[in-house]
């Protein structure tokens, strides 16, 4: 029982690590900080997201307007900040659905016997076989423009991943010797799944969705971007980088700090979820 | 040190050797001050439980200790070289030329990606041994001198295609391709069955008539007492005891060294501890206690299996007759050991015997009752009658869960409905075990291997079973602490009157433990007796291959007439 190079003793003393790197700290305390902005904007934002005042059109960023005004002389800062929570609930939403489908198909997929397995699974393949984007946006064609149907559109996009990240982990850990040793018990094997199966099989899910909320809220900021989201006047980023790309010569500040704000967030939601997954994947480091 | 033979003669050599893995106050010790010679054609064994940092020695002197290890040493020779001041390009250059290395895990150790050949070739072609046209026909004759069959096949093969045995002699073939004057072994045969083990032994002890050097670590004794030429016993860091192999056996000086001795079940152990560090709680029992177990003849059998056969066919592959119209009978109290290789079927009949495969004809019977056939909601009220150790405890273990919660849910399927009643029985059962109540809350990843099969055990005790199913309980454990296993087995058979069917591939674990054995051979039972009988005029050609292979101390070794655990003197 040696891992290779230190031996176990060696390892037993050195203890479980719970010491977390400054770089997830940092993300996380950033989108802590964004989670908060989404859930009270008008705890930042002095203006409202939507008074216009053509009087005071295209300002630059300076102490009235921290981020400058747009077009209709906006207070950018204010729709920045209005503009988080449908820009994260999207991306979130999306991501939690296409959890919940990925699960339940996967799950399915799993137990039900050989036949249901090999047509589900072909049905994910071929849903694996579309860009995320080119799916979402079959979706959107079907259902038509809206931030509820973005959100359907990406979850449903997103499932087919989940679903068979699900499928092959519940055939492992169904194999696992402590399934086995729950059987020997006598407990019932709907308990097995719920106590046993489910919880050893979202663990890996959960850092892949991580992850991967990062891409659905690009996504989102995207097809807002070509109209599909909400529409003006609200405040969203993706509108926002989509309005203010006409202006880009003359006043930067209009689609800059919406385009910044989703990176940085993608950039924290990536960060977190890499080093959720290195821990997962086991070791120290 | 005893210098004998001119210098010449002198492989390697290494005082002081001091490993410590980590930096600041997280540092780990490993090795301390240890000091050893290596001669030409000579093997010197390294013995010690795991954790005691013969592994660590092991890798640091093949300049492997890795990037979070320490090495110091006062002086430092390796084939007349300072090997203290080696570069890791100097190194690179000696390892595989000058001195190999042999892991445990050869599955682990082989790339899965390229075929045998390859691998075995790669130290040829690294090193510029040979042309690229002459290496093929020297791995096949490397493969050949491994003792590997029908080579040419075997190196166009990958790892996955071969047997435990046949890839670690793939790896030694590869170890010894660029011809090392020093062979470094870490535990190349823990993994393998003991027919393996011992082929793999022989090769390796045959090795030294070359003029190899050979270095073999071990946490078994008795498996280095067949080649070893000089033992060094490591504990806790240091080498508490060197000598020639037959004085290490004779007259162990140092307790260590005894308690390692004491471990090997052996012909006349049968009915004693193994082990010196037995719970406080349970005094040992007399030899003449234990050795009367209860009487199988009395009882009718718990657990019965009839004729019964299992067939794995997968399409596209030949089906595969894993059991094969085997009968047998356990009898309440009665200790049962089915012997066989790996490959043998015993663990397919471990799990016809659970109900967890259904046999393909034959039936199983529990209790006088059906049990094989039944659908698993008529078998689950009856579980509880028979409990299944498995081979690994770790992975038999909810990763997520603490001990405490292991043990709550097996009570609370045996029907325990109040909790602190539970709660109350979960410590009962770690008392039982050897364990104490703060392990409740330790997660199994925090344990050692004797703890979490300790745990295993009493997590399979919480129905109050009538039999006990052991597959291969002690094989992944320490020989020291495969004793203390045995012990604790030995002990609630005769507290709780428990029936075990007990599945090793080591016939010399199974004579100490049960009353019957059965032997199995290719799915089907080839033998069948008194385990004194068997161990002493074994009828079955294969049986006599099986006992032939018992890692054992030579006759007339201190552990041959070792004292009974009365007068076992207090060692650690």
Redesign the interface.
């Known amino acids: 029982?040696?891992t290779?190079?230190?031996?176990?003793?060696?390892l037993?003393?050195?203890g479980?690590r719970w010491r977390v790197p400054p770089a997830p700290v940092l993300a996380g305390t950033v989108l802590l900080l964004f989670a908060v902005v989404a859930a009270r904007p008008e705890w930042f934002a002095v203006h409202s997201p939507t008074a216009s005042d053509l009087g005071a059109a295209l300002r630059p960023p300076g102490p009235e307007h921290p981020f400058g005004t747009d077009q209709l002389g906006r207070d950018v800062f204010a729709r920045v900040a209005h503009g988080a929570w449908p820009s994260l609930s999207i991306g979130v939403g999306a991501t939690a659905l296409g959890v919940l489908l990925g699960t339940a198909v996967g799950s399915v997929s799993a137990f039900g016997g050989r036949l249901l397995d090999r047509v589900m699974m072909r049905a994910v393949d071929v849903g694996l076989a579309f860009p995320e984007l080119l799916l979402a946006l079959i979706v959107l064609t079907v259902l038509g423009p809206g931030p509820v149907n973005v959100l359907v559109a990406i979850g449903l996009a997103a499932a087919p991943g989940y679903a068979r990240l699900v499928r092959s982990r519940v055939l492992v850990v169904r194999e696992?010797?402590?399934v086995?040793?729950?059987?020997?018990?006598?407990?019932?094997?709907p308990l097995i799944v719920l106590?046993?199966v489910l919880?050893?099989t979202l663990g890996p899910v959960s850092v892949l969705a991580t992850i991967s909320a990062g891409t659905a809220i690009v996504l989102s900021a995207g097809l807002s971007f070509l109209g599909f989201g909400p529409q003006p006047p609200a405040a969203e980023w993706g509108l926002m980088l989509s309005e203010g790309r006409d202006h880009l010569q003359r006043a930067w500040w209009i689609a800059v700090f919406p385009g910044a704000a989703v990176t940085t967030v993608v950039v924290a939601v990536t960060v977190v979820g890499r080093w959720l997954k290195a821990r997962l994947d086991g070791g120290p480091q | 040190m005893t210098d004998t033979g001119t210098d010449d003669d002198l492989l390697l050599s290494v005082d002081g050797l001091d490993i410590t893995?980590?930096r600041g106050r997280?540092a780990?010790h490993?090795v301390r001050g240890v000091s050893l010679r290596l001669r030409r054609g000579e093997c010197l064994a390294i013995v010690g439980e795991?954790?005691s940092?013969k592994?660590?020695t092991a890798?640091a002197l093949a300049g492997?200790?890795?990037p979070?290890?320490t090495v110091a040493a006062r002086a430092w020779r390796l084939l007349g070289r300072n090997a203290a001041r080696f570069t890791e390009r100097d190194w690179r250059a000696v390892r595989g030329r000058g001195i190999g290395l042999v892991l445990?895990d050869a599955l682990v150790s082989l790339d899965p990606l390229r075929t045998v050949g390859a691998e075995v070739a790669e130290p040829l072609r690294v090193h510029r041994i040979l042309p690229r046209d002459r290496r093929a026909a020297e791995v096949v004759r490397l493969l050949d001198e491994a003792g590997v069959p029908e080579p040419g096949e075997r190196a166009a093969q990958h790892p996955h295609e071969l047997s435990g045995g046949l890839r670690q002699r793939a790896l030694i073939a590869s170890a010894l391709a660029a011809r090392p004057a020093v062979l470094v072994a870490d535990e190349p045969t823990t993994a393998l069955d003991v027919v393996v083990q011992d082929q793999v032994l022989r090769l390796l002890g045959g090795l030294r008539s070359d003029g190899l050097g050979l270095l073999l670590i071990s946490h078994d004794l008795a498996v280095v007492a067949r080649i070893a030429d000089r033992i060094a016993v490591m504990h806790d860091g240091r080498i508490v005891e060197e000598g020639p192999t037959a004085r290490i056996l004779d007259r162990p000086a140092h307790p260590r060294t005894r308690a390692l001795l004491a471990a090997v079940p052996g012909p006349t152990t049968r009915g004693r501890r193994l082990s010196d560090r037995a719970p406080a709680r349970t005094a040992g029992p007399t030899p003449a206690e234990a050795a009367a177990p209860p009487h199988p003849d009395g009882g009718a059998a718990v657990l019965a299996c009839e004729g019964v056969t299992k067939v794995f066919a997968r399409a596209g592959h030949p089906a595969r007759t894993a059991v094969r119209d085997v009968s047998l009978r356990l009898a309440a109290g009665e200790a049962l050991g089915v012997v066989g290789e790996s490959g043998s079927g015993k663990s397919t009949l471990a799990l016809l015997a659970?109900g967890?495969l259904p046999p393909d004809s034959g039936t199983v019977t529990l209790e006088g009752r059906p049990w094989s056939g039944l659908p698993?909601r008529a078998r689950?009220?009856r579980?509880?009658a028979v409990?299944?150790v498995?081979q690994?405890p770790l992975?038999?273990?909810?990763?997520?869960y603490p001990v405490g919660r292991v043990l709550d849910?097996?009570l609370r399927?045996?029907g325990e409905r109040d909790r602190s009643r539970r709660r109350a029985r979960a410590a009962a059962l770690l008392a039982q075990v050897g364990l104490d109540e703060g392990h409740l809350r330790r997660r199994p990843l925090?344990l050692?291997?004797g703890q979490r099969q300790r745990v295993a055990i009493a997590?399979a005790l919480?129905?109050r079973p009538r039999v006990l199913v052991c597959d291969e309980p002690v094989s992944?454990l320490d020989a020291s602490v495969q004793a203390q296993i045995i012990d604790l087995l030995t002990r609630l058979r005769r507290e709780l009157g428990l029936a075990l069917l007990f599945i090793s591939h080591d016939l010399g674990v199974v004579h100490h433990l049960c009353d019957r054995v059965v032997v199995m051979h290719g799915g089907a039972v080839v033998e069948e007796g008194p385990v004194e009988r068997v161990w002493r005029a074994p009828a079955h050609p294969h049986t006599e291959r099986l006992l032939a292979a018992v890692p054992a101390l030579p006759p007339g070794s201190a552990a041959g007439e070792r004292p009974g655990p009365a007068r076992l003197p207090g060692a650690t």
């Open positions: 029982m040696t290779l190079g230190v031996p176990e003793a060696a037993r003393a050195a479980p696992s010797a402590y086995q040793a729950a059987v020997v018990m006598g407990i019932p094997r106590r046993h919880p050893n | 893995f980590g997280r780990v490993a795991s954790g940092g592994s660590a890798r492997l200790a890795g979070a290890a445990q659970m967890l698993e689950r009220p579980r509880s409990q299944l498995q690994d992975g038999s273990f909810d990763p997520r849910e097996a399927a045996a925090e050692s291997g997590r919480a129905p992944a």
